[in-house]
């Protein structure tokens, strides 16, 4: 698949090789080159003594994410209900207690990102929207040509009034944007 670039946002995410649901995820390990990410929204917390979140995946079936990462209290800083949850090259597991669901072991194989799963397609479906119009790198407030940008995701913008006007906006959706905007550049092998 051809990845994106800074000029053109192609990201798709119902794309299932990239971005498979638990039903479409690959069946062996991926090799060196291949990855895909597997999202889903936080629902509960189930933890006791160990972070134990229950998820949904895009398709709304439930599964359990439990972290036995080194310091897995700090790793579920992050986890917040209601927010997407990113697994990359995510290996179901089956617990001792009969359930289905992921165990996390490496904490960079996790990302969490404080927007909704729905609000994530809508932010994407944004980009694309306003890629597809030749809007990508113009001012997201006003669409004038840009000469700046968010220091973290990159959003443009033509001065540092439409940047502090967008702000309050934008600053619940800069973790998501600077997401998409690197899963647009890559190639899913």
Avoid at 68 to 85: C, K, M, S, V, W
Wanted: some cysteine; aromatic content about 8%; glycine content about 6%.
């Amino acid at each position: 698949m051809a990845a994106g670039s800074r000029k053109k946002f192609a990201l798709d995410l119902n794309d299932i090789i990239a971005f498979p649901d638990a039903a479409h995820m690959p069946v062996f390990p991926p090799t060196e080159r291949e990855s895909w990410i597997l999202l889903m929204e936080i629902t509960a917390n189930e933890s006791i003594t160990r972070p134990v979140y229950a998820v949904r995946d895009t398709t709304r079936t439930q599964f359990v994410v439990a972290l036995y990462t080194p310091n897995p209290q700090r790793d579920a800083r992050q986890f917040e209900i209601g927010h997407t949850l990113c697994i990359t090259s995510a290996r179901p597991h089956q617990f001792l207690d009969g359930q289905t669901g992921f165990r996390i072991e490496d904490s960079s194989s996790i990302q969490v990102l404080p927007v909704s799963l729905a609000r994530l397609w809508e932010i994407n479906a944004g980009l694309r929207a306003r890629s597809d119009g030749g809007d990508l790198l113009k001012c997201n407030v006003c669409d004038s040509p840009s000469s700046m940008g968010c220091g973290a995701c990159k959003s443009r913008y033509c001065s540092r009034e439409c940047q502090r006007s967008d702000w309050p906006q934008h600053k619940r959706a800069c973790v998501a944007l600077k997401a998409l905007h690197r899963w647009n550049r890559t190639d899913w092998g």
